[in-house]
């Protein structure tokens, strides 16, 4: 019963986000500054939609996909790391779950959570995924499950490595590179620094 209500609670999450980005992207693509969308009650059939003219007409795709946990002590250095050190500025699609690549190696939510990234992959024609997990993640139940520190660097990075098999063998041309965040003490401030995993 309580696997039953994780499903359910992840599957809502999960929706929410891709629902909200969608919107948001909607609000912005149709120009409105406040991001505020005109809303229109009138009933539209999927199949009268013609979505052909989003292909013809789009001059620029997204070439990159980037999975990250929502974490919000982490959020303005992944951002600085995906728009500024990599270089992705304005060229992304964005994924934030809790957990990042828990969801993704759990096989009670794999074929969600798969099937929303393979959305972005097929309509953007993205080229290669970044995958980011960190440290003291409540996704794994924080770093207090873990004996030490290294014990909690080698299961995480293990799994990113997972989760980057995992990418391949569903979606073969994607490149995939995979960081790992740390929050570092440096004089009363706190700093994140991401490594690479190879």
């Given at each position: 019963m309580v696997k039953k209500k994780y499903i359910v609670i992840i599957a809502i999450t999960l929706f929410m986000i891709f629902q909200c980005s969608f919107v948001n992207n909607n609000a912005i693509a149709s120009g409105d500054s406040n991001g505020?969308?005109?809303?229109s009650f009138t009933k539209n059939k999927s199949r009268d939609i013609n979505y052909e003219h989003f292909f013809e007409d789009k001059k620029h795709w997204c070439s990159t996909m980037v999975i990250n946990c929502s974490d919000f002590r982490f959020a303005k250095a992944t951002q600085e790391l995906?728009?500024?050190?990599?270089?992705?500025?304005?060229?992304?699609d964005y994924f934030s779950i809790p957990g990042?690549?828990?969801?993704m190696l759990n096989k009670e939510t794999r074929k969600l959570v798969m099937d929303t990234f393979g959305i972005s992959v097929r309509l953007h024609q993205v080229k290669r995924v970044v995958i980011l997990a960190h440290e003291d993640c409540i996704g794994y139940g924080g770093e207090n499950?873990?004996?030490?520190?290294?014990?909690e660097y080698k299961t995480i990075t293990k799994d990113l490595k997972k989760a980057r098999r995992l990418?391949?063998?569903r979606f073969s041309n994607?490149?995939?590179?995979?960081?790992?965040?740390?929050?570092?003490?440096?004089?009363?401030i706190r700093i994140v620094e991401y490594e690479q995993i190879l």
């Open positions: 505020e969308k005109k809303t995906i728009n500024e050190k990599i270089g992705l500025k304005g060229d992304y990042s690549i828990r969801n499950v873990f004996s030490s520190h290294e014990e990418m391949r063998l994607l490149e995939v590179y995979l960081f790992y965040g740390r929050i570092i003490d440096s004089d009363g």
